[in-house]
């Protein structure tokens, strides 16, 4: 056993089972992924030792920000709602980012056949699980049925069309996610150096699939978090370091604003709604928000202490449209926007942490010696992810932050890869 885990192609075989099977589990069991996190990090950990391989960790002020974030989460269990909750949380918060700057670090160390390993079995998990979805939604969930026995009564046909699978929902965020990575992948120093051609019909394949499926199964906030990533690439792209910074700008306002504009807007939903037809599950987030909003404006420098938003009782009243229509909850489990969840939860000190950790990642990609189409790619698969943050999972949530991890992770395998760094 140890004479094998000492073999010079341990590293590149482990990792790259890991990049094939990371998508496949985003498609059985999105939780999955925290498990496949832990065991990728400590696992990799063990065996980078056993081969006395230096690892490259992460650097010290991201590391310095990710034990702030995590120490003032514990602090402010002192005056949550459910001290115990709270903690528990904190605490789980802190072994994620242990667990993910681990696996960022260790990936972050392979050489240059082992990237390649990996990113060849991404691709592959990748493209298997993007054809899965795709029969799933031709034939109705076979899949998901014969393994999971999943109700499909209240699907929708409609022509090609099938709405309300929402077990298809993790899986093609996953893939959202991705196909940045295999653009950045796409890539050589001599289609750089040339021209963005290759990596553009890349861009333009990956991205008509995954906007195809997620429309056929009216997946709105995919749509929405795709294109917003399309248009940063394509303005980084032609206004290069200027979106960077706009980008910068535009994130710093929205995350002190947010709340406080949602509060200062007289009859938030109505003035939405009236312009915008919006589905029912999009007007009952926009209620969910002005209810946070609200909860903010109450606590703005505290904030209501980590986990609160599971434990507000009066999160539990069933709230309505304006015009009368049944939404749900005030607040189920969490604000489905991660600015106003740091806002209720961790007040003005989790914001500012924050915006510190998007500071130094704006700062590194700025500063970069990165070719501005790299530069472009990983802007793109930021957007996304934020965009998805803003709008459907919960900051906290074990699995979500793991696949944050992941993602990053291979995004900086790919443009090693190319700039042989």
């Keep these: 056993m140890i004479k094998t885990l000492r073999s010079s192609n341990t590293i590149g075989r482990f990792f790259a089972s890991i ?31 056993i081969q006395n ?46 667990v993910g700057a681990t696996f960022f670090s ?9 990237r390649k390993l990996i990113l060849r079995s991404l691709a592959l998990g990748f493209f298997i699980i993007l054809g899965l979805i795709i029969i799933e939604v031709l034939f109705e969930n076979p899949i998901n049925i014969f393994l999971k026995n999943v ?17 298809l929902h993790s899986p093609t965020v996953v893939l959202s996610l991705i196909i940045w990575v295999l653009c950045c992948y796409s890539l050589d120093k001599n289609s750089i150096n040339a021209g963005y051609k290759k990596s553009t019909y890349t861009i333009i394949a990956g991205f008509s699939l995954i906007l195809i499926t997620a429309s056929l199964i009216g997946y709105i906030t995919c749509i929405v978090a ?11 792209l032609v206004f290069r370091k200027k979106v960077l910074i706009a980008v910068g700008v535009v994130i710093t306002i929205n995350a002190l604003a947010l709340p406080f504009l949602i509060n200062e807007t007289d009859d938030f939903e109505v003035k939405i709604t009236n312009n915008i037809p919006l589905p029912t599950s999009a007007v009952h987030r926009i209620k969910i928000w002005g209810f946070v909003a609200e909860k903010i404006s ?41 600015i106003l969840q740091i806002w209720v939860e961790l007040g003005l000190p989790g914001i ?4 510190c950790l998007g500071y130094y990642f704006f700062k590194i990609t700025y500063q970069s010696s990165k070719p501005d189409l790299v530069k472009a790619i990983i802007l793109g698969q930021f957007l996304t992810f934020f965009i998805f943050s803003s709008l459907s999972f919960g900051l906290w949530q074990a699995w979500w932050l793991c696949l944050f991890w992941f993602s990053a992770s291979f995004m900086k395998l790919a443009v090693t890869f190319n700039s042989n760094d």
């Design 19 to 49: 990049a094939l099977i990371f998508p496949i589990i985003g498609f059985l069991a999105p939780k999955g992924i925290t498990l496949l996190a832990i065991f990728a990090s400590l696992a990799g950990f063990v065996i980078f030792k």
């Design 53 to 98: 391989r230096n690892i490259n960790f992460m650097g010290r002020p991201f590391i310095i920000l990710f034990f702030l974030i995590a120490l003032w989460a514990l602090i402010t269990s002192f005056w949550a709602p459910n001290i115990v909750s709270a903690s528990i949380g904190s605490i789980k918060l802190l072994a994620n980012l242990l």
């Design 106 to 114: 260790l990936l972050n160390s392979v050489d240059l056949i082992e």
């Design 151 to 167: 109700d499909t009564h209240h699907l929708k046909t409609e022509g090609i069309f099938l709405i309300g699978a929402f077990w």
């Design 226 to 236: 795709i294109l917003i990533g399309l248009i940063g690439w394509f303005g980084a």
């Design 298 to 338: 109450e606590r703005p420098l505290l904030g209501w202490g980590m986990n609160s938003s599971k434990h507000f009782s009066d999160g539990k009243n069933m709230v309505y449209s304006a015009s009368g229509g049944y939404l749900g909850e005030a607040l189920p489990l969490h604000p489905h926007n991660t």
């Design 352 to 355: 500012l942490i924050f915006l």
